[in-house]
Structure formats: structure tokens, C-alpha cells
């Protein structure tokens, strides 16, 4: 996002909307993206060509005028060795004072007001050494004719600060949180997040190993509202949903304002009839003295987000597993902070049986689960908490079809998690607690789905995916993958994608065998493939043994939206 050479080659254009936030202020999306930016400076290319390598200090001309001329905007430019640019504003999140030169060391500031110490090339703060990150803004090239360079901000920046609250002293209990299960959290007893309370997620992949009694449905019938924050299956539970809709159909939904919405459809059909759509970053009451607002996830803003719960001025924020929450910039010294304790066990490397051996996929997910936890530990220190609760972690294949992933997964261990927390954070409080009643599921684990095949040669037009060297081979198996159904070839080297017969050997290679009723339920619909990457529902093997992210993301996050034609020929 900072780096003006990534910009470049990927030459996005903006999206200007006519939405106005004042009379000098116009609203800005880039491309498929939720997130609304304002235009803060422009910067010719003539001033481009004028920035040393490191810290350059400017002030930017704004299309905000007074008697005197266009007002100035203070920024930090820092300019690579690669020559790509980092930039953010002249001001200190501490006090807002200016920063300055430092005489020690050439890419260090030092703010005016009170000797804050800001390192420019990677951002962080290093005195006082608490973690902190400088918001960086987002840089975008004019056009490809136009070698001038917008700089944009997030209209978002820190809208927990509207209209703020005093904080009030609280009864023992009153702010009330429960974890019911996985990432479902109920807090005060009337507001309801991420319902995961029975039954499987992605496909059939997932199961908990606690779920709770479905009396416990009768007691969540009477909520204020529930709130969706991702259209994942363990966010997003049908059957627990369904369960709800049976017993109040009444209850308030609301939905992140993603430029995508999967869920209305979906809620409807289930019953419920009162749904909501909420923009990012605007209060929510829920009741007289509760609010909630949305905060985009950076890295994925059409999948993921954050929430800032408020109760008489007591702030709550449930990250669960969102990357980049409001690009990391979070209200500090918050009460509560929820979290996710470990990353999710996906198809990497679990699904790479046919890749790596047990000792590898163990030793990958350890390393995928300490990058993770120090993404908990940055976190804690974006916020400094008072009490850090850990979610999730009670997922498990339990299917009878998936022994073969049982025997390697990797179980998360929450004791030595936050036996390292509390070694880095001794004042903080650690609330870890679930209701631990094991009941046994009624839900038949061998049910599978029964859709008519369709075309792979119109899915993969429809799907769009090209100018990547990869032949995808694509194998459609019965539900333990020992019977091979049909498969597919695909190239997707040039502007459509072909078809051939086999792979030659000196191409890159990817070969995916998913279960039928995964596949089926995914292609048919234009699902995005979380089922199939999230769950445990394929054998995967790529050659050479490299992860192709530009793949995974585009079919994970950036499907088209409407359905494929299959009446096309």
C-alpha cells in the first residue's frame, strides 16, 4: 500500500464518486473496495524527482484554501533504496507535535512536543519501544499518463473518537462477556456475535468439540442483535443460524457494508426479516448506553473487519482473527480485547498430504502459529488492554472420511500461549473461558450434496483468471478421495484460460482433488473457494513446491460476484 512501484505495475485506477464530505472534500474508492478515502495532496512529478534517499520532510499543498493560498500539510516522505516511497503525516500520535530531524541517526524524527522518536523506513516507533506503528498513508498514482501521485487516507481513521462517551464506574459483572463457543461471543446478554454454536463449517471440515445445549437457543432468542462479521462458516453458521430464525425470526441482523453482500440472501431465506446493512466506522446503538461500530480489515476489506463495542464509555474490541484491522490503527488503552490465540488450521499445509510428510506439516504450522501469535502480541500493544480474552481454538475434523487429517492436526495449546503473554505483559488479565458442555450432535456427518455437474470450461471464463504461469489440474473425487470422478486441465498463461490434455514439464504445476460436494456447491453457486482452501475438503500437490498466492487469493477474495451462466456454450 505504500509503495509507489507497487502502484505502478498494477496500475489501478481510482474511482471518484460524487459523494461529498464537505465542500472541498470528495469521496474516493479505489477499485472492489469498501473502505472510502479522502484526497489529501497531490504530488508532481517534478517534486518527485526533487526527494533524497531517506527521511525527506515536506509540506504538501491541499485543495483547502485561505486568504493567504492553499493550506500546507506537514508530511514524512521516506524514500528507499529501491526508490519507492513511504509516507505519512508530519505528527505524533502521542501529542500531535511536528517531528524533526534527528541528529543521530538519518532515518529516526523526533517529535518537538515531548521526544517521541519515530524510525521512518519501517514506521515503528522506537522510543517510547511500545509497539506503536505511524499510520501510513496510501499512495496512488494519477494515471498512466501521469506520473504525479495522489496521497489518500482512510475517511475511517479513528472513528471510535466521535462523540466519546464518559467512562462510568461499573457493578461487578455488569459488563458481562461470554465465550459460548469458537469465536461466538455474547456480551451484557443482548448482543450477539458470530453465532457458531452446532453443527460442521466449511463443508463438512469442521466440527466443535463443544457445542452447547440447545436450550441455550431459548435463552439467546431474547438479544437486541446479532452481528455477522465474516461470510466464513465458523462466522457465519447456517444451522446455528437456522436454529435462531426458528425461535425469533424477529431478532435485528446487522451486516458489515462489504461492496459485497453474501448474507441478506442467505438470512432470508433462513426467516429472519429484519436485517441491516452498517457502514464502517458509524456508531450503532444497541440500547441506551451500548453502541458497536465497524472497522475495516486492510489486507482483505470485502472478508474481514473489527468492532469497537462501547458500554458507559468501557471499549471492547473483537479482532478475532481480522489481519489488518483498520490498518492497525486501534483505540488505545481499551478494556477488553478478543482475539484469536492461534491461526486456522487451513489446507496449508494440511491439505498438502501428498507434499510434505507429518514432521513438515507440524513444523509448518508452528512457524504459521508463532507468526500469528506475535500478530497477538503487536496487537496487545496497539491497544493495551486490561484484559486479553483468547476465542477459538475448538474446531477439529471429526468427519470419519478426514482420519487422515486428524492423524496430523495440530492442536493449538492455549496454556503455553499464554504462559508467553503473561512472561511479556505481567499486569495483564487473561480471560479464557468456555461452556465445555459436550453434547452429541444430531447432524448426519455422511450428508453430502447433490448438484448436477456442470461445465469447468464455463466456470473458468466466468471466473476470469488469467496472465499467471500455472496449469491448474483440477480433480473431482468422491468424498474420501479414493475414486477419481472426472478432471480438468486449465492454463491460465494467457488472456483466457485453455484447456490441455496434460502438463509439460516445464510449467508450473498445481494439482487440486476436492470432494464432489464441496466442488460442486462451490462452482455451481460462484462461491468464493473458502471451503475448499479453509477446509479440509482436497488433497493438494504443487510442482515445483511453491504456494502461489496470486492464485489463492484471486479464487479466495476476488471471484466475481454474480453467478455463472451455465445456460453459456
Not at 155 to 177: A, G, H, Y
Request: charged fraction near 25%.
Amino acid at each position: 500500500m505504500s509503495f509507489v512501484d507497487q502502484m505502478t505495475r498494477t496500475k489501478k485506477k481510482i474511482i471518484r464518486k460524487k459523494e461529498r464530505m464537505n465542500d472541498n472534500d470528495v469521496v474516493y474508492y479505489l477499485p472492489q473496495c469498501p473502505i472510502p478515502y479522502k484526497l489529501l495532496c497531490r504530488l508532481s512529478s517534478s517534486e518527485l524527482k526533487t526527494f533524497k534517499f531517506g527521511v525527506n520532510l515536506i509540506s504538501g499543498k491541499t485543495n483547502f484554501k485561505n486568504e493567504f493560498g492553499p493550506l500546507l500539510l506537514p508530511l514524512i516522505v521516506y524514500k528507499h533504496a529501491d526508490h519507492s516511497l513511504t509516507i505519512c503525516r508530519n505528527k505524533c500520535r502521542h501529542a500531535g507535535g511536528n517531528f524533526i530531524r534527528d541528529i543521530e541517526d538519518l532515518d529516526i524524527v523526533r517529535c518537538s512536543y515531548h521526544g517521541w522518536r519515530l524510525n521512518c523506513r519501517t514506521m515503528e516507533y522506537i522510543q517510547p519501544k511500545n509497539g506503536l506503528k505511524q499510520k501510513e498513508l496510501t499512495v496512488q498514482k494519477q494515471s498512466d499518463d501521469d506520473d504525479s501521485l495522489l496521497i489518500l487516507e482512510e475517511v475511517l481513521f479513528s472513528p471510535w473518537t466521535d462523540d466519546p462517551q464518559t467512562k462510568e464506574d461499573l457493578e461487578p459483572n455488569e459488563l458481562n462477556i461470554q465465550l459460548l463457543n469458537s469465536s461466538s461471543i455474547l456480551i451484557r446478554k443482548n448482543f450477539l456475535i458470530d453465532p457458531y454454536l452446532i453443527g460442521p463449517s466449511f463443508g463438512r471440515s469442521y466440527w466443535l468439540i463443544d457445542e452447547v445445549p440447545m436450550n441455550v437457543f431459548d435463552q439467546l432468542k431474547t438479544v437486541n442483535a446479532i452481528l455477522l462479521t465474516k461470510y466464513f462458516s465458523n462466522h457465519f453458521n447456517l444451522p446455528t443460524l437456522r436454529e435462531l430464525a426458528k425461535r425469533n425470526s424477529q431478532i435485528p441482523i446487522y451486516i458489515p457494508a462489504y461492496s459485497f453482500d453474501r448474507f441478506s440472501n442467505q438470512l432470508k431465506s433462513l426467516g429472519f426479516e429484519n436485517i441491516e446493512i452498517i457502514p464502517f466506522g458509524i456508531w450503532k446503538s444497541i440500547d441506551s448506553r451500548s453502541r458497536f461500530l465497524i472497522l475495516p480489515d486492510h489486507q482483505h476489506p470485502n472478508v474481514d473487519c473489527s468492532v469497537v463495542y462501547e458500554y458507559k464509555g468501557h471499549l471492547v474490541c473483537y479482532l478475532s482473527d481480522c489481519q489488518n484491522p483498520n490498518g492497525t490503527y486501534l483505540p488505545y488503552t481499551i478494556d477488553v480485547l478478543i482475539t484469536k490465540y492461534a491461526t486456522h488450521r487451513s489446507s496449508y499445509p494440511l491439505c498438502f498430504l501428498e507434499q510434505f510428510d507429518s514432521n513438515e506439516i507440524m513444523q509448518i504450522q508452528k512457524k504459521k502459529d508463532e507468526d500469528f501469535l506475535q500478530k497477538v502480541i503487536k496487537f496487545i500493544q496497539f491497544t493495551n488492554p486490561s484484559v486479553w480474552m483468547p476465542i477459538g481454538g475448538n474446531l477439529f475434523p471429526l468427519h470419519p472420511n478426514d482420519e487422515r487429517f486428524a492423524d496430523v492436526f495440530p492442536k493449538a495449546n492455549l496454556t503455553s500461549v499464554i504462559e508467553t503473554i503473561e512472561k511479556r505483559y505481567p499486569k495483564l488479565k487473561i480471560s479464557s473461558s468456555n461452556m465445555n458442555e459436550n453434547v452429541h450432535s444430531d447432524i448426519n456427518l455422511t450428508q453430502s450434496i447433490d448438484i448436477e455437474p456442470f461445465n469447468f470450461e464455463i466456470y473458468f471464463q466466468w471466473a476470469k483468471f488469467a496472465n499467471y504461469d500455472l496449469i491448474l489440474h483440477i480433480i473431482e473425487t468422491n468424498e474420501d478421495f479414493s475414486i477419481n470422478l472426472r478432471e480438468c486441465y486449465v492454463d491460465f498463461l494467457d488472456a483466457n484460460p485453455t484447456y490441455p490434455e496434460s502438463c509439460p514439464s516445464n510449467r508450473n504445476y498445481l494439482r487440486l482433488k476436492i470432494r464432489t460436494s464441496v466442488l460442486q456447491q462451490t462452482f455451481h453457486h460462484g462461491l468464493p473457494w473458502i471451503d475448499i482452501y479453509y477446509g479440509l475438503n482436497g488433497l493438494f500437490y504443487a510442482q515445483p513446491n511453491i504456494y502461489h498466492e496470486k492464485f489463492w487469493d484471486y479464487f479466495k477474495y476476488q471471484l466475481p460476484f454474480e453467478t455463472p451462466n451455465w445456460n453459456e456454450l
